[in-house]
Every structure is written in structure tokens, then in C-alpha cells.
């Protein structure tokens, strides 16, 4: 399944509609079930999705591109936000942008843009839906989109009718009828076939 730079937009309006909202509230707050609060999260989904942008642009094949994304000290809630749809926002020009058969490294398999763009989706939806529940709020993110990043990262497993719950299920986030909650768990960042 291919995930796309309009998929990773999809996401991203889903979790900027959701989240924008909240910028006046105290982001100290611990995000959901994470140990992190909701500026350590917002920090993290900035930083990888830059992360994936640049793998995607420089294409590294042993190794990640090293650098850490981190915001100010004095950041707002607001700028926290901003660093963590920036990081979105690179990845979806950077997956836009390149060539299909470009391949980087990832600890799951030499990803192209599609697995980087699904690994960006999956990372802003499920930390969004962290941040979301921090925050008193509540995620409802594109059920196309969470069904391609399923088909996309766990290939072969379509655990639910809803996709949103089959993406959290198979990220281990919650339980399903008849399935327990996952404790172990891993994606698929190489295409099949690769």
C-alpha cells in the first residue's frame, strides 16, 4: 500500500484542527499514557518527522542524519505545536519531491518515501492522539489514512473494522475484542519485496 504526501496532509490537518484549540492550556500536562508531557511530545514528533525528511533528502544508508530537533526553553504551547507540524510539513515536501525508488536507512528495513511518509503518519497520529488526551481533547483522525498506514507498516494484519483501532492496536496502544493489547510490536519501514 502506498502512503502518500497527501496522506501525510490529511494527518497533519487532523491533529492541527484538533490540537490548535489547546495552545492556551498548560502543556506541562502528561501526554495520555506516555511518561512524557506534552511538550516532551510535541518536541518528539518534531524531531522525528524532521528526522524522516531528511533521510528521505540526503537517502544516508547505514545511518540516520545527526541532529536533534528541540525547541527553545521559553517555547510557547503554541510553538510547540508549530515545531511539531513543521517537522509534518518537511516530511510531506520531502516525500512529494523524491524519486519512488530513493531508499534510506531505518532500523526496520530501508525505507522509501511511502514507508517514511506512513512511519510520519503513524508517529503524528498516535502522538497526537497522546498530546489529545493530555490535553482534554479528543483525536478523530482520516480512517482512509490510518487504513493505508496499516496495510502500509503491518502488512497482512487488519485487526479491525474501524482503522484508526487497528492502527492503535497494532502499535500496541490499546486492546481489541478478543485480542489483547500488543506488548511487543514492530512496523515494516521497507516496502515488500525490498
Not at 514528533?45 to 525547541?71: C, E
Not at 507540524?85 to 530501508?110: F, I
Not at 492502527?167 to 478478543?178: H, K, M, S, T
Request: glycine fraction near 8%; include cysteine.
Amino acid at each position: 500500500m502506498t502512503v502518500t504526501a497527501a496522506d501525510l496532509g490529511r494527518a497533519l490537518e487532523s491533529v492541527e484542527n484538533t490540537l490548535r484549540p489547546t495552545v492556551t492550556q498548560d502543556w506541562t500536562r502528561t501526554a495520555g499514557e506516555l511518561d512524557w508531557d506534552c511538550r516532551q511530545t510535541a518536541e518528539h514528533v518534531g524531531d522525528v518527522l524532521m528526522s524522516y525528511a531528511a533521510q528521505v533528502v540526503s537517502a544516508p544508508q547505514d545511518h540516520y542524519v545527526r541532529f536533534l530537533a528541540k525547541a527553545d526553553e521559553g517555547a510557547t504551547p503554541q510553538e510547540l505545536l508549530e515545531l511539531a507540524l513543521t517537522g509534518a510539513r518537511l516530511l510531506q515536501a520531502a516525500v512529494s519531491t523524491s524519486a519512488e525508488d530513493t531508499r534510506a536507512y531505518h532500523p526496520t528495513g530501508r525505507a522509501d518515501p511511502a514507508g517514511f511518509a506512513a512511519m510520519g503518519c503513524a508517529e503524528l497520529l498516535l502522538h497526537g492522539e497522546d498530546l489529545a488526551a493530555g490535553l482534554g481533547t479528543e483525536l478523530d483522525p482520516p480512517r482512509e489514512v490510518c487504513a493505508n498506514v496499516v496495510a502500509r507498516l503491518f502488512p497482512g494484519e487488519a485487526p479491525a473494522s474501524d482503522p484508526w483501532d487497528g492502527l492503535r492496536w497494532c502499535a500496541g496502544r490499546i486492546a481489541l475484542p478478543g485480542r489483547s493489547r500488543r506488548t511487543e510490536w514492530k512496523w515494516r519501514g521497507a516496502p515488500l519485496g525490498d
